[in-house]
């Protein structure tokens, strides 16, 4: 069987992992797996969260649920939080970025307001998902993407494209 790359698109709530994740998915015939769906469809949550006024996740079972994908391979996974998942799962993580102005848009759009809001965009400000990317994986696999027009998305594209194709030449 042929070996596939997982690879973790990662970043602040707003910056465009979704929209990038399943074009990738599209054009490198990778699947794609939201993490904010699959444990929606799975009901994987361990609580509410009051203050924000979301559900609690569960990453044990999310983690459970995902585990023989990830030793299959070939998954882009796609959430804002990056700890949670093993070392082991990842050849390559994308910390996906947005200039606080447009993000503070795009999330207000959203419908995010009050501590939400403020929260999220002082975690892209103060760089707190690509710190959690660095701390959990591998210096040399961990990569910032600017996110913030359609350039930059199908500039994007085009690297995780070619890096994916590299990557299966290499190990195939």
């Known amino acids: 069987m042929r070996k596939r790359p997982n690879i973790l698109l990662t970043g602040t709530p707003g ?4 929209t990038l ?11 794609y797996v939201n993490i904010g769906d ?7 949550y361990d609580g509410y969260d ?3 006024q979301c559900p609690i996740l569960d990453e044990d079972r999310v983690v459970d649920e995902l585990d023989e994908k990830m030793i299959e391979g070939g998954v882009i996974v796609d959430y804002h939080g990056c700890d949670l998942f093993p070392e082991r799962w990842f050849h390559i993580v994308f910390v996906l970025r ?3 102005t447009q993000l503070f848009t795009r999330l207000e759009n959203r419908g995010y307001s ?5 929260d999220n965009v002082q975690c892209e400000i103060f760089q707190t998902i690509y710190e ?3 701390e959990a994986y591998k210096e040399e696999i961990v990569h910032q993407l600017p996110s913030n027009s359609p350039e930059d998305l199908d500039h994007n594209l085009e690297q995780i494209v070619q890096w994916t194709e590299q990557w299966m030449k290499d190990h195939n």
């Open 15 to 18: 910056v465009g992992k979704t």
């Open 132 to 134: 959690e990317a660095m």
């Open 38 to 44: 699959l444990a929606q469809e799975g009901q994987l």
């Open 50 to 52: 009051e203050e924000y």
């Open 98 to 100: 947005t200039d606080n």
């Open 21 to 31: 994740g399943k074009e990738l998915a599209q054009r490198t015939g990778l699947n």
């Open 114 to 118: 009050g501590k939400k809001l403020q």
